[in-house]
């Protein structure tokens, strides 16, 4: 179960800039048959190596808000919570980490709604508990979350790639709204389903789904995400930072780092730190140097927490179990 070669690793990264990209480009790109894209993807999709989901930017989304959660649990506990919390529809991105006793947990918040917030302090194997609210999330400008640096398309073919691509500058008024459950439910199971499969989901036509996506995708009220099982792309470290940096730099700082390769995820968040990002190396000495180095560069930043996750239980919407992405319904 590896991505086993650069081909692998490029339709890859071409997916990460454009999800939804149709295989004939991703194959004009890297120098391919449309043929051998499409049956690499649907073997790395079938392996449980990559799947494409769309997101909810909760930030964006009228009675909803994305917190970051830190558990403490008593010893030998935490797996068995991971779990759990792995299986809820409002939870993402669960590591065990701290040497395995701390639990870092993604959680959506409807308001009006009790939930992780209220529920989980009062279990009997949490010990210490602590919860961020996701104020911003940095998107860098093109480079963002790519998981296998050292094989990514070059400067042209990425210009090439997003040539006619539009631009996050829609109506920011457009919103998620209750009718688009169902749109948003077929997303997230495949974010690659043809604009037919989206029309028979949701009961609508194939031209109302497609410009309800590029409207909502636009107005940035969703985004295209890849989940992939990271040691098929050769990353083995990762960690959950957790940055202090002056206010006046914090805007700055946010953006440069969403720009770094390093960085699947960063934003900025309530709590006595003001920025939490996930890295991802290929092993520790990766991870030093790009702490002492890229990050040792941002002006404003005054300490960061380093937190190794040992183990990734699910990613953003789907579990991982023998290294693999699974669907949590399954």
Not at 12 to 39: C, N
């Amino acid at each position: 179960m590896v991505a086993h070669d650069r081909t692998d690793h490029r339709i890859l990264h071409a997916l990460q800039l454009a999800p939804r990209a149709p295989f004939a480009r991703i194959a004009a790109v890297i120098g391919v048959s449309e043929q051998t894209v499409a049956r690499r993807y649907q073997r790395m999709r079938t392996s449980g190596i990559v799947r494409v989901l769309a997101r909810a930017d909760e930030t964006r989304t009228p009675g909803m808000s994305s917190w970051t959660l830190r558990i403490g649990c008593r010893p030998g506990t935490a797996a068995t919570l991971a779990e759990a919390l792995a299986r809820r529809d409002d939870t993402s991105w669960i590591s065990l980490g701290a040497g395995g006793a701390e639990i870092t947990c993604q959680a959506t918040v409807h308001e009006h709604r009790a939930g992780l917030l209220n529920q989980l302090p009062r279990a009997s194997n949490v010990l210490t508990f602590s919860a961020h609210q996701v104020l911003h999330r940095f998107v860098g400008r093109g480079e963002a979350d790519w998981v296998a640096p050292g094989e990514e398309l070059d400067a042209a073919g990425r210009a090439a790639l997003l040539e006619g691509t539009p631009s996050s500058t829609g109506d920011p008024d457009v919103r998620l709204e209750p009718a688009d459950a169902a749109l948003m439910a077929a997303l997230a199971d495949d974010g690659r389903a043809s604009w037919a499969a989206l029309a028979a989901a949701t009961g609508g036509t194939q031209r109302q789904v497609a410009q309800r996506v590029a409207a909502l995708t636009a107005a940035g009220a969703i985004y295209f995400h890849l989940d992939v099982a990271n040691s098929a792309v050769g990353i083995h470290t990762v960690a959950s930072l957790w940055f202090t940096i002056a206010p006046n730099h914090l805007a700055e700082a946010g953006a440069r780092l969403a720009d770094h390769t390093e960085l699947a995820y960063a934003a900025a968040v309530t709590g006595r730190s003001n920025l939490m990002a996930s890295a991802m190396c290929r092993d520790a000495s990766a991870l030093y140097r790009y702490l002492t180095t890229k990050v040792a560069e941002i002006p404003g930043v005054q300490s960061v927490e380093t937190v190794p996750q040992l183990t990734r239980v699910k990613q953003a919407h789907f579990l991982i179990q023998d290294g693999r992405v699974r669907d949590p319904r399954a």
